[in-house]
């Protein structure tokens, strides 16, 4: 009787029991969802990370710009004794090699070195040239995932090293091999016999930096959280122009410019061993490489690091598998369900390419003025950052300068983005630029006019740099989802194709720069005027909605 009782007990007790030992279903949430649930979109760990990553952009500036003082023509002086007048106007170009000398000797650099001058002045613009072709070849496929504004902007820039990135080498260890690379060619270049060799390893340099800009932006925004990850990823440009600042000191302490190759090359190596051993892999290539334990556990790190906690019964999840289980949801996860529990039915992809932009009387015009526009602002950008060596003034507290002068350009375009819009902004910013690049090429190179025309460089770059920093934003806004990233991969590459032109644009030497920089400023603010306005404007995705939003 007494076991009959305590089995009906037993019975009656199990379903209770079953019910309170019944775990709740895991919840599935996609990255994004999981930082601002969970770890945080910009805590400390993020902040850490990408401060640690970011520094890489200086690294690249270092590659970049010391092409300045590498290939700077230094000053020369009248052998004494000899028969010098001062070689008129023509300089040197007008004395016998024996009536003159290089003023610190030979090997001050290249051009100094192999004689770049009169009939090779243009060699000089050639070896940058073939950098920035080096970089361009880098950047000639793949995509940098930016998110700007809430606006998925996607470009062609990524390359080999970005398709490395994607695979089975990772953000980090694609980091690793292009810092690595730099390293190598750097130093190589410092050894270099003759000028083509000199050429070929500077355009060596180029294909490898390319890859260091793409590789540290995406290992520094992918784990931020996505109403962070616009303003984070603006900010790299600060990094980028620290470095140019930085390097204006290194090259003061190394005048010479083998020396000033392996001095700006050393930094990559030192970075690979100090600062990579602290910069986790991004948490994002985890997950598609399926690695989701890792995946799991660096979000874990996250959530801790930043003061929270990821509860156990929260699982990491790609974006399609989390919506699917929100689709499925019931229960407990009633706020996970679909947008008021309707039904959401997959849809064909659309896809589009350059050709459709072309078709389209709307984006084909829109396609050709922002190409023109990212041309000719680059022009004017690295043309006055190169254009320091025509200025008689002190370089190096000319290249500081200038690179000093960005940053503020950057804070207040961000300011101002949202207060007056795309269209008079690029306008105002490149007429900036031009006004004073105008009154440059006005302006005498002696007494005080050096300093004026110095002054008018920087406040030249202060306006490109703003022109720069919106136009990533702007032109993204321009295109419709489905032809996007094929619209921006052609005004990437006519960003490209103007770095390549402005260092021709330097040799011409004297008032010729100043005034190519203003016309190009100028008359880019005139295209601007023809492009619509985006502030508040809707993101099409397709060209049937711009259409009809626009009729």
Known sequence: MAASLSSDFDDLRSPI?????KKPAAEKLCIDDMLQKYCGEFGRWQLKHFIFTSLAWALEAFHTMVMIFADREPDWRCVP????????????????????????GRHGSTVSEWNLICGDKFKIGLVQAVFFAGCMIENIDGKIIQKQHNIDAEFSGAGIFGHLSDSSLGRKGSLTVVCALNTLFGCLTALSPNYWIYVLLRLLTGFSSGGVGLCAFVLATEPIGPTKRGTAGMSTFYFFSGGIALLSGIAYTFQ??????????IPSFLYIILVLPFISESPRWYLVRGKVAEATKLMSTIASSNGKHLPDGVLLA????ASSAKNQGSGHDITLVTYKNEHVENKDALVGSIVDVVRSPITRVR????VALNLLGSVVYYGLSLNVVNLDTN???NVMLNSVAEMPAFTITAVLLDRFGRKPLTVATMWFSGLFCLM?????NVGVWKVMRMVCGVLGIFGMAGTYNLLFIYTAELFPTVVRNA???CTTQAAQMGAILAPFVVVLGGWLPFAAFAACGIVGGMFAFYLPETLNQPLYDTFTGMEAGLA
């Open 17 to 21: 029991l079953a019910a309170a030992d």
């Open 256 to 265: 010479t410019w083998r020396y000033l190759y392996i001095a700006s090359s």
């Open 440 to 444: 440059g090429s006005l302006m005498g």
């Open 81 to 104: 004794g000899a028969a010098c007048d001062g070689g008129g106007d023509g300089g040197v170009c007008g004395l016998s090699p024996e009536a003159w000398e290089w003023v610190g």
């Open 395 to 397: 370089l190096y507290l």
């Open 367 to 370: 396609l050709l003025l922002a």
């Open 487 to 489: 619209a921006l991969g």
């Open 318 to 321: 790609l974006d399609d598998e």
